[in-house]
């Protein structure tokens, strides 16, 4: 008898330790993110964990980002390589820094702006809601983007930091990278179309666990953008387009496969250089820009002129403009926070749809009477 208690109890010992959870293994691939119009970022969804790809951070980037993107419950349960991975991030993120103005909108739009904790450069943040944290001392000052104070980062102890880069060579990121806190490169600047751009508030709703949320606002932005560029396929006419201005004897303005150039595409304008090659910025001399663009019905974004006697003071060639002188010049430099930060350059990259309206309330105003322009203004 006494034998069977004992032989009962080492096969109950023996089924315990072999019912002990081990660690989890990396698991298979289940389902990987399809997003319609961003390409610079992807999610994989597997049985553990997510995992999070930024393969363009910047233009012509060589290096694929690959980021483990675990939750709280599951961190002790499972085993990672930490060589497959650039980092190994807690999810849902309860403290972040961003480096951008145009990362705040998203965390605005998914009610999780509390997380933000630092910021290079809060003057620029132009929100309301965001200024109203930094001004109650939740916000902490990083200094600039090019040289973030690591002292008071650290300090702060974020869970992740989300950057971007040019070109990859910011020995700031890789100081704090060094120090434990993952930087992970935001990429939606690089995207080629605004819809493309706007999408990037799935990378935060991936982040922070609020994927449904990211869904839901996209397509409503999404639906937003789609149902004014079909409006403006009404207008009756196409008014033409001159941007930019000049800065020491050089005239920039935006090329032709640029977002800028598709926003006035999709607003039914007739840009000047829409069958110019390129995403970027166009560098023109005076002669070449005034005999195309002399007779131009409306002028853009006059870089960062505030009236249009500081554009004339800059360069008296800008008077010799037909919209000059017509007074039909809008830009979207006067549209301030409080600190002076420009509402465009925060807002108008996850809202293509108010930036669109804008475009279409100033170049056909008959189809959007009751569109009040949100980020352009008249140049006075």
Known sequence: MKKAVLLFVFLCFLAC????????????????????????????????????????PWPKAEKVYKYALVQKNMLSKITL?????????????????????????????????????????????????TRYRIDSGLIRE?????GINTEVLLE??????????????????????????????????VEASPLAKA?????????????KEADSIFNTIEKDYLEAKKLAKNAKTKPSILSGAMHNDVWFLPNGNSTEAQLLKDANTNYLWSDSEGTGSLSLNFE?????????????????????????????????FKAFQNKNIYSTINTKGKSGG??????????????????IKICHPELLKNHDLYFFKPLD
């Open 17 to 56: 330790k072999n019912n002990q959870k081990k660690p989890l293994e990396t698991a298979q691939d289940l389902t990987k993110s399809e997003y319609q119009y961003a390409k610079g970022f992807s999610v994989t969804y597997t049985e553990n964990f997510k995992v999070l790809t930024i393969s363009n």
């Open 81 to 129: 390589n930490k060589d497959e991975f650039d980092g190994i991030i807690t999810i849902p993120i309860e403290k972040i820094v961003v480096t951008s103005t145009t990362h705040i909108p998203a965390l605005e739009l998914l009610n999780v702006e509390q997380t933000l904790v630092g910021f290079p450069g809060t003057d620029y943040i132009s929100s309301e809601k």
């Open 142 to 146: 990083l200094g600039k983007n090019e």
């Open 156 to 189: 702060l102890k974020p869970d992740v930091v989300i950057g971007f880069g040019i070109d990859g060579n910011n020995r700031t990121f890789e100081t704090i990278k060094k120090s434990g806190i993952p930087v992970i490169f935001n990429g939606d600047w």
């Open 199 to 211: 999408e990037w508030i799935k990378f935060f709703g991936v982040l922070f666990n609020k994927e």
């Open 288 to 320: 070449t820009v005034f005999s195309k663009a002399k007779d131009a019905d409306i002028w853009l974004s006059p870089s960062n002129y505030i009236h249009r006697e500081a554009l004339k003071n800059a360069n008296s060639h800008h008077a010799m």
């Open 342 to 359: 420009i509402l465009y350059f925060e807002l108008g990259t996850t809202r293509p749809d108010l930036v669109l309206k804008d475009l």
